[in-house]
């Protein structure tokens, strides 16, 4: 019985090995890449109830990054926030403002909201002030400019008060951004009183 020859070609097997060798590397960095995109998507912030943040007109990105640190919003060296803040160009694009973060909020989104300077609205209540002083008190209370800001609007734009300041402020419950300037504050005030009284004139004449 005749014994047949098997010729093997050892370089087409070295070939086939390096092939599957370069397919595995592929499907390793691809796989790689899935998990840091899934790392930088879906990764959320760390504090558990809601968080008031504010940035100050003079914090930079690393002030920022700190205040974050300290609330427990992100931990310390967090590599999402440093990665997407350098992509979405956040470092030079800080903005003042008061935010609400909340809970296991994605860090994504908060930068842009952040980067976008997409704030929460404050509340700001106002009662009967019998003062100039006591308004600006009520009107600046949950804002960043301070009572003598609104106060040297109020005698920049000419009011003469007790009279004509107070009727141009309805008691009621606004809103308005922390960042709002005295100005824009005092013509808000000064637009929905002109309506108040706009519709209450509308309602006597309809009535008479």
Not at 84 to 108: A, D, F, N, Q
Not at 109 to 132: C, D, E, F, H
Not at 149 to 160: A, P, R
Request: net charge positive; hydrophobic share 40%; charged share 25%.
């Amino acid at each position: 019985m005749k014994i047949k020859k098997i010729n093997i070609d050892f370089n087409k097997i070295r070939q086939d090995k390096k092939k599957m060798y370069v397919l595995i590397a592929i499907c390793a960095v691809i796989l790689l890449f899935i998990i840091f995109l899934l790392t930088i998507f879906f990764t959320h912030t760390s504090n558990s109830k809601e968080v008031e943040f504010f940035i100050r007109p003079k914090d930079n990105y690393s002030v920022v990054r700190d205040k974050l640190i300290k609330e427990k919003v992100i931990k310390s060296h967090s590599f999402t926030f440093n990665v997407l803040s350098k992509v979405l160009s956040y470092k030079s694009c800080v903005k003042e403002g008061r935010y609400v973060i909340k809970p296991h909020t994605s860090i994504l989104r908060m930068i842009y909201r952040l980067r976008n300077g997409n704030q929460t609205p404050v509340k700001i209540v106002i009662t009967n002030a019998r003062s100039v002083d006591d308004l600006a008190k009520e009107v600046t209370k949950n804002l960043m400019m301070s009572k003598e800001d609104f106060i040297n609007e109020v005698n920049k734009q000419g009011y003469t008060y007790p009279t004509e300041l107070f009727f141009s402020v309805v008691p009621d419950t606004y809103q308005a951004y922390w960042t709002i300037t005295p100005k824009k504050m005092l013509n808000k005030l000064k637009e929905a009183s002109d309506k108040f009284w706009q519709d209450k004139q509308e309602t006597l004449q309809k009535s008479g």
